[in-house]
């Protein structure tokens, strides 16, 4: 229950404070002061056996005592009697709670079975919504409400602070108060016993006085609700997130490249990418950044102008932007025209754009005004030093006036001291930021556009891959308990590459050979030249223990190669249990390219791919990207274009590119795998032998948890983002025989989804959407296609004719954040109005609904749409007409049918 009763929160109409006192400094004398003095306009009940009054308010011995209903009880009392103040909140109504004692999970196994106790408690009472414990508490400005030991009350903004440290809490609020920064939230989450990051996320982006979240972040919790929660916000709004603690080391040893690589900080950085937040590294950021985000669009690219009047700023802003893998903005020749006409002949003509030292307002304005316009210009820093002839405040009110002229950001850096104030006056008013030196305003500018790229890739299209992904799944769950039934949490090579070959990965052939002879007459089968490798389950880096042997020429030499391997093995690892080797055909390829690709189930974020340059150099070159699964080909392509490595495999200095498409393919696979077997801990392909003409694996390793029993988990619980829902695919036939998949639509589908409105009349798109457009965009598109299935589900009915797919329909389900009711919509293409379409996908939905444990469905359509109302009226649905919007309402509730 996401969001349910946050409200009794965070708008209570009225609060108790269980613990109140009269003690100076106590934190129940604190809270009750804070509610007080802060103006919150209901009752607020002091609860103490210990008081009768406390000051001019009436003190109750016990919760069962307070005269009126209440929303929030704010509890300061110690930890060992929270049990039972919860029971007595939930008998007499009370359903939201903020928990400040300390004293459980964070004290050992003692303090950890009084939080389960706590939790036990509260299930017993529907509704009920707790706030830590061993937290700060929580701030409302916009409703008066502070429920916190803080020492004062944060200004009313439009930034939501969340934070899992409830003394930095205290520190941003000084820090705050003294900048005028405002909050419209300001939540310590403690333990976060019930309400977590991901409830908080999807309450805030319902709040129209948020228009940005601020993450203090030291672990995460529930990561497929976090995911699931900022992907939403982060489409409308952004997210900006610290993470302490990156270089904590890992409590298990990784036993495998993959394992070592992802280290625990990079998978955090992956997972934040995914969901589009921003990440900072310094708390001086964090406020800049979100105030940033907040005002400006993002910017549609990374090419930045530099506008100064002294050479020394422009250096430094542009190694600051190269540095952080920014581009300089290349201005055209028309714009360098234009600026010739006024500006000193000894200007730079060029980027930085240095329109000299005695530069005057006119100049500063006229220069940023047409570089704004140029279109090879994303964005624009000016960067002033105060000379003898320079007026700052002046130049700040002309590059106030030019920024005016566009929506492109403009950014300012005024250095020095007092003579640059007024003019830093003027531009914080105008809201244009602006920074002490020039390396501040580039990473200000790099924030604005990694929010532009997270949101480019939330929503960019990926290509369609032509590929077939029909398996033999009871063939692959046979070799996987094949695998697992052998007891060895560590799968042979030969075993591990059966598996991937199953899911359609390319793997070199591989034999085993207990013997030089056996070895030589397989080496002859295969053909020369040939690999010989260690064959143990004892020994995980082969090469480590000189268990490889590369370009094996002949019969003869494969005897000799047996024979020294064993002896190497032997003299390093005499207590391995040695069952022979592996021949496999030597892959040597001029154009040829060794990566590594794998996956590790991370204890936070489940199953996290990664893609690097690979070999026995791996570990040592930390080329990696990592991502976390399932995969598109967008987000594939991303991983390999991060590489330091990606111009070698693009082709380099005239050397041919490896076959991307046949790569990208590998790895969705990859993920699709990985997606499918939640009991693999590590996986490594080690090396991926990737040229122009193959991808083959030519080593393979994987890593099970012999303790996972399938099916005592919900389906993908391993992963932190819901893969494609196949299981919601079917074939149906319409009124006149014709056949049509009905499937979830997905984000390769937007062409045809632009087909399908393209082949609606104006009449059928007023009905659908209750408002009329002249043709479709990709943003739209982007809202329709690329969606969370965790949260909402379109299924398209699609049609191939003469070889091109079409879709015909769409029924479209979107769920609350609570899962109790979703909103339900559907369009049909009109020249297949009349063959029940509409019936068959309306059926479908609510079959879906069922599956999900929607429990309410609501709809509208238009009051002449007659066809849909019948639909409706059909299955159920109760009707509220509106005749002022001319609109009709509906609503049906779900009940679970027989064997759902």
């Known amino acids: 229950m996401p969001i349910r009763n946050l409200d009794k929160i965070f708008h209570p109409r009225s609060v108790t404070v269980i613990g109140a006192s009269q003690r100076p400094l106590s934190v129940g004398n604190t809270v009750f002061h804070n509610l007080l ?367 005016r002229t566009s929506s492109k950001p403009v950014l300012t850096a005024w250095m020095g001291g007092g003579k640059v104030q007024e003019g830093i006056a003027r531009l914080n008013q105008a809201g244009i930021p602006t920074y002490t030196t020039p390396e501040q305003a580039v990473r200000a500018f790099m924030y604005l556009v990694t929010y532009a790229r997270n949101l480019q890739f939330l929503n960019e299209t990926p290509r369609a891959v032509p590929m077939n992904l029909t398996l033999d799944r009871a063939r692959l769950q046979e070799l996987a308990q094949v695998a697992l039934q052998q007891g060895k949490s560590t799968l042979s090579e030969r075993m591990s590459k059966q598996l991937l070959e199953a899911y359609g990965i390319p793997v070199s052939q591989t034999v085993v050979a207990c013997s030089p002879e056996e070895a030589a007459a397989r080496a002859d089968e295969l053909g020369y030249p040939v690999v010989l490798k260690i064959y143990s389950d004892d020994i995980t880096h082969k090469s480590d223990v000189g268990g490889v042997e590369l370009g094996i020429a002949s019969h003869q030499k494969v005897h000799e190669a047996y024979a020294r391997m064993m002896q190497r093995v032997a003299d390093r690892r005499p207590e391995a249990h040695v069952q022979g080797v592996t021949v496999q055909p030597m892959y040597a390829e001029a154009e040829g390219h060794e990566l590594i690709v794998g996956a590790k189930r991370d204890p936070v974020f489940g199953v996290v791919l990664l893609i690097g340059a690979g070999g026995t150099t791996a570990e040592l070159y930390q080329d990696r990207s990592l991502e976390l699964p399932p995969l598109n080909e967008r987000l594939a392509r991303r991983a390999l274009e991060s590489l330091r490595s990606w111009p070698l495999l693009n082709g380099y200095r005239g050397h041919a590119p490896v076959d991307l498409d046949r790569l990208i393919e590998v790895l969705i696979r990859l993920s699709y795998f990985v997606a499918d077997f939640p009991e693999i801990l590590e996986l490594d392909v080690n090396p991926l032998m990737v040229s122009p003409d193959q991808v083959v694996a030519l080593d393979a390793r994987i890593i099970v948890d012999l303790e996972t029993q399938p099916g005592t988990s919900r389906p993908y619980s391993h992963l932190a983002i819901r893969p494609y829902p196949e299981e919601f695919s079917r074939t149906v036939s319409l009124k006149d025989g014709t056949q049509v998949l009905l499937r979830p639509i997905k984000p390769e589908d937007e062409d045809m989804w632009h087909g399908l409105l393209n082949s609606c009349s104006p009449e059928s798109i007023r009905s659908r959407f209750r408002y009329s457009f002249h043709g479709t965009t990709h943003d739209m598109a982007a809202r329709f296609c690329f969606i969370d299935y965790d949260r909402e589900i379109a299924i398209v009915a699609e049609l191939e004719v003469e070889g091109e797919s079409r879709i015909l329909g769409v029924g479209r389900l979107i769920a609350d954040a609570d899962h109790q009711e979703a909103e339900y919509a559907v369009l049909v293409s009109d020249e297949w109005h009349g063959q029940g379409l509409g019936s068959i996908l309306t059926d479908y939905c609510l079959e879906v609904c069922r599956r999900w444990g929607i429990k309410r469905v609501v709809a509208e359509t238009a009051a002449d749409n007659r066809r849909m109302l019948n639909v409706f009226q059909k299955r159920d649905f109760a009707r509220n007409h509106s005749a002022e919007t001319e609109t009709v309402s509906l609503v049906k509730e779900i009940t679970k049918s027989a064997g759902s």
């Not at 009350?153 to 003294?178: E, K």
Request: proline share 6%; charged share 20%; with cysteine.
């Open 37 to 403: 003095a802060g103006g919150f306009e209901g009752p607020v009940y002091p609860v103490n056996p210990k008081h009768e009054r406390l000051g001019d308010h009436t003190c109750y011995a016990q919760v069962a005592d307070l005269p009126g209903k209440v929303d929030l009880a704010v509890i300061c009392t110690p930890a060992a009697t929270i049990p039972d103040l919860i029971d007595q909140c939930g008998q007499a109504g009370i359903r939201g709670i903020v928990i400040l004692s300390a004293g459980f999970r964070e004290t050992g196994p003692e303090g950890k079975e009084l939080e389960l106790e706590v939790r036990r408690r509260a299930h017993q009472y529907s509704g009920m919504r707790i706030i830590g414990p061993n937290c700060l508490g929580i701030m409302a400005p916009y409703t008066k409400l502070n429920a916190s030991f803080a020492t004062d009350m944060p200004l009313a903004g439009n930034v939501a602070f969340i934070s899992q440290s409830g003394a930095l809490c205290t520190s941003i609020l000084d820090w705050s108060l003294q900048e005028r920064i405002g909050f419209s939230h300001f939540v310590s989450v403690g333990n976060t016993l019930d309400v977590g990051m991901a409830d908080l996320i999807d309450y805030f982006a319902l709040d129209p006085h948020t228009s940005s979240i601020i993450l203090y972040v030291e672990s995460i919790t529930q990561a497929r609700l976090f995911m699931s929660a900022a992907r939403a916000f982060t489409q409308k709004k952004p997210i900006i997130a610290y993470k302490a603690g990156r270089f904590t080391a890992s409590a298990k040893a990784a036993t495998s490249h993959t394992g070592a690589m992802a280290g625990v900080d990079a998978v955090y950085e992956a997972a934040f990418a995914r969901a589009g937040i921003v990440r900072v590294f310094d708390l001086d950021d964090l406020f800049d950044c979100a105030e940033l985000l907040a005002r400006h669009k993002p910017p549609k690219g990374d090419r930045l102008a530099i506008v100064t009047n002294a050479g020394g700023p422009g250096v430094m802003a542009t190694d600051a932007l190269l540095e952080r893998k920014g581009v300089m903005a290349e201005i055209s020749q028309e714009t360098i025209d234009q600026l010739n006409e006024f500006l000193p002949v000894a200007w730079s003509h060029g980027n930085p754009l240095d329109v000299i030292g005695d530069a005057t307002p006119e100049r500063f304005g006229r220069t940023v005004e047409i570089v704004l316009k140029d279109p090879q210009v994303d964005g624009v820093l000016v960067a002033l030093s105060p000379q003898a002839m320079t007026d700052p405040t002046g130049a700040a009110e002309a590059v106030i006036a030019a920024a």
